[in-house]
């Protein structure tokens, strides 16, 4: 008896709870969390959101992002330009040994452009990281809400306004 009320706790706690976590390492970098917001079929470009951790003795670089679900994906970052935020392409990001970067709303992300499909809450897409000595590796991004913060994380996310991305 007790076996089968753990066996339907279990299963339950597997209904209610999916596993969001995901990680992939490639070498000395470990990636863990893409996730993208569910956004409608009207919506021609989105962002998606992770971090990569750098544990090896050497700088890594991140030159490139590819998803069969976009025309084009590139590297962005939000900066502040004559008081204004604004969004940049960056065409190569440093990922320095022993140091963690977080693709986050606000901050570094990977926009795509030029979507073939919605993004649908519950649903993964695929997105290849092409790193300049690790080489590449292709990751599941789940749509949905963001992962919960790490307990080590310093400072909480910031949302950003509901409009946070023009076109350029």
């Given at each position: 008896m007790l076996r089968k009320a753990l066996s339907t706790f279990f299963c339950a706690a597997l209904i209610a709870f999916p596993a969001v976590a995901h990680e992939y390492?490639?070498?000395?970098?470990?990636?863990?969390?893409?996730?993208?917001?569910?956004?409608?079929?009207?919506?021609?470009s989105g962002a998606a959101y992770l971090r990569i951790q750098n544990r090896g003795a050497d700088?890594?670089?991140?030159?490139?992002?590819?998803?069969?679900?976009?025309?084009?994906?590139?590297?962005?970052?939000?900066?502040?330009?004559?008081?204004?935020?604004?969004?940049?392409?960056v065409e190569r990001l440093t990922i320095p040994a022993g140091e963690t970067v977080t693709f986050a709303p606000g901050g570094y992300h990977l926009m795509m452009f030029g979507l073939k499909q919605p993004l649908v809450a519950g649903e993964r897409f695929p997105v290849t990281l092409v790193f300049e000595k690790a080489g590449s590796i292709e990751v599941e991004v789940m749509i949905g809400d963001a992962p919960a913060a790490p307990v080590t994380q310093e400072a909480p996310v910031v949302e950003p306004e509901a409009d946070q991305h023009h076109h350029h």
């Amino acid at each position: 008896m007790l076996r089968k009320a753990l066996s339907t706790f279990f299963c339950a706690a597997l209904i209610a709870f999916p596993a969001v976590a995901h990680e992939y390492e490639l070498g000395e970098l470990y990636i863990d969390h893409p996730w993208a917001r569910p956004l409608p079929p009207v919506v021609p470009s989105g962002a998606a959101y992770l971090r990569i951790q750098n544990r090896g003795a050497d700088t890594h670089t991140l030159l490139a992002a590819r998803s069969p679900i976009a025309d084009k994906v590139e590297v962005h970052e939000h900066v502040h330009v004559d008081g204004l935020m604004k969004m940049q392409q960056v065409e190569r990001l440093t990922i320095p040994a022993g140091e963690t970067v977080t693709f986050a709303p606000g901050g570094y992300h990977l926009m795509m452009f030029g979507l073939k499909q919605p993004l649908v809450a519950g649903e993964r897409f695929p997105v290849t990281l092409v790193f300049e000595k690790a080489g590449s590796i292709e990751v599941e991004v789940m749509i949905g809400d963001a992962p919960a913060a790490p307990v080590t994380q310093e400072a909480p996310v910031v949302e950003p306004e509901a409009d946070q991305h023009h076109h350029h």
